[in-house]
């Protein structure tokens, strides 16, 4: 078989190649929680069998060990599983419920790329999962008259300048309903009428933190937040809530931990032209914190995550441990702080680098030499806290590391290539 038989080609990438699903809408987060993990890591080969590749299928192979780097799975961390066992409990306690009482939300806080936003949704999709499993993936609450179409969970990222029209829209936005020449109090009517719908349990408000309580029309935004707490379960996610000023008309139940928010006495404050419950609204505060390296269980912890990066690596001059022997735990740890997104930028451009240069390994010289530059990320809004400091970079090595020649295996070279596999 020559090299250039499509039906090769195919098989030699495994992995998809198409453009970043948008979860911010109905259909694409069906996508995403139905394939969230279809992606295969490329196989492990010895770096005898990868000589004997043909030059097309050793480019290939790079390919899909560079995307093997660039989607490492998703670990659970003690931080997280806290976070997941709180949302999951509320969630579950309060999905059953058939009146429209006011229901507990969750604030979801934590510094930037320490995944908030992958934690939180997983456990959406989890539920999902089940729920829809458990109702034959009908409505359970379908009357003649309304659509069939269920969505358990919404999941929307809060406007950069969020106002109470910026928000409806973008709740509207997820479940594809045309807003066009709607006015405010339409828009609330809209927001809530497709909540119930569309039996939608959980209501995720991403980057919650983009709202400025100094502003009237953001505190008009939180206002309406809190009324469709009778609705469905409200999720806010964001960094450094407790600084935010989203706490700030609250006050901490002492014997629960719950925040507990006083109702809109003036209606002509909310956006909301529903009569509004005499129920205080309660959020529920969990952290999201970075690992940390003090005590021998903390230093345990961010070990056994460095181990499980490790089974992922694609890179045939690395020994069994590369990232949890001798020293390199506590210097990985030094250069990123112990926050699990740094890490990963780390760990993807020094895979990079490594194969790269066919040094095909990593070390602390060629660690020196790779940046973390999360700034550049796009969708990020720095104000907001969303782009986290990074440590101070060691000094990098002063001598220039060789890189690998050129692929030139697509290069026409005017006749049909011989190769075969």
């Known amino acids: 078989m020559t090299l250039h038989d499509p039906g090769q080609e195919a098989s030699l990438v495994p992995f998809p190649a198409g453009p970043v699903i948008d979860r911010a809408t109905i259909e694409g987060w ?3 929680r139905l394939t969230r993990r279809d992606f295969k890591p490329a196989p492990v080969i010895s770096l005898g069998e990868y000589k004997k590749m043909s030059p097309r299928q050793r480019y290939l192979h790079d390919l899909h060990r560079i995307a093997t780097h660039s989607n490492l799975p998703i670990q659970e961390t003690p931080m997280s599983a806290a976070v997941d066992d709180a949302m999951r409990r509320l969630i579950q306690s309060n999905a059953v419920k058939r009146t429209e009482r006011t229901r507990p939300g969750l604030m979801v806080n934590g510094g930037g790329f320490q995944g908030k936003t992958e934690t939180v949704c997983e456990t959406a999709a989890e539920f999902e999962d089940h729920w829809l499993e458990l109702n034959n ?5 379908a009357v003649p008259g309304t659509r069939d179409l269920i969505a358990p969970v919404a999941y929307v990222q809060t406007p950069v300048t969020a106002k109470p029209v910026s928000t409806c829209q973008a709740i509207l936005d997820f ?3 045309d807003y066009k020449n709607m006015n405010l109090p339409t828009l609330t009517r809209t927001v809530r009428r497709a909540l119930k719908e569309h039996a939608t349990r959980v209501l995720i408000l991403d980057d919650i933190t983009r709202l400025k309580m100094h502003r009237e029309a953001d505190q008009d935004v939180l206002d309406f937040i809190r009324d469709l707490m009778n609705i469905t379960v409200v999720v806010l996610v964001g960094v450094g809530i407790s600084k935010s000023g989203l706490l700030r008309e609250g006050r901490q139940d ?5 925040w507990v928010f006083p109702p809109v006495k003036d209606k002509s404050k909310s956006p909301n032209d529903e009569a509004v419950t005499q129920t205080e609204r309660r959020f529920k505060l969990v952290n999201l914190d970075p690992f940390s390296y003090d005590t021998p269980q903390n230093i345990a912890a961010w070990v056994s995550h460095l181990g499980g990066i490790e089974s992922q690596l694609r890179l045939f001059n690395a020994h069994d441990q590369p990232l949890t022997n001798g020293t390199m735990p506590e210097y990985l740890y030094r250069r ?3 926050v699990v997104g740094l890490l990963g930028c780390l760990i993807e451009e020094a895979c990079m680098a490594a194969i790269d240069s066919g040094q095909e390994r990593l070390d602390f010289e060629l660690l020196e030499d790779v940046g973390i530059h999360p700034g550049k990320i796009p969708g990020l809004n720095a104000e907001a806290g969303e782009v986290p400091a990074v440590p101070e970079q060691p000094a990098k090595s002063k001598s220039p590391r060789k890189k690998r020649g050129r692929n030139t295996v697509f290069d026409d070279r005017g006749g049909a290539s ?4």
């Open 30 to 32: 069906a996508r995403w």
């Open 137 to 141: 993936y009908l409505n359970p609450d």
């Open 175 to 177: 479940f594809g309903e």
């Open 254 to 258: 002492t014997r629960t931990g719950e």
């Open 336 to 338: 990123t702080g112990g």
């Open 418 to 421: 011989a190769a075969t596999s």
